[in-house]
């Protein structure tokens, strides 16, 4: 199951998955471009990306940084049912 979490101004939308049995969390990255969709695949905790699709060394370094300053919130919400779960913080 994914897990929405994070909408930006260009469109950009960041989910993640449930916590998997080997303590990974898969984050997926989707950005909307003329004629389909930028995507890629990062896995937390290692920051290990995958599946890279349209775009740039630059923009990867950029959603890097990004998912860093959240992780923990991904991890954490990762073990209990999503962003839903704020509500209960």
């Known amino acids: 199951m994914m897990y929405p979490f994070l909408q930006l101004e ?10 998997q049995s080997d303590g990974q969390v898969k984050v997926y ?9 930028h995507s890629a695949v990062c896995y ?4 290990n990306w995958e599946d890279v699709d349209g775009f740039s060394e630059t923009e990867i370094n950029s ?3 990004l998912i860093a300053t959240v992780a923990h919130l991904i991890i954490r919400f990762s073990q209990n049912g999503g962003f839903e779960y704020a509500a209960n913080l």
């Open 10 to 19: 260009d469109g950009t939308e960041i989910v993640h998955s449930e916590m």
């Open 63 to 65: 959603y890097q940084q």
């Open 44 to 47: 937390l905790p290692g920051y």
């Open 29 to 37: 990255i989707e950005k909307p471009v003329e004629g389909g969709f």
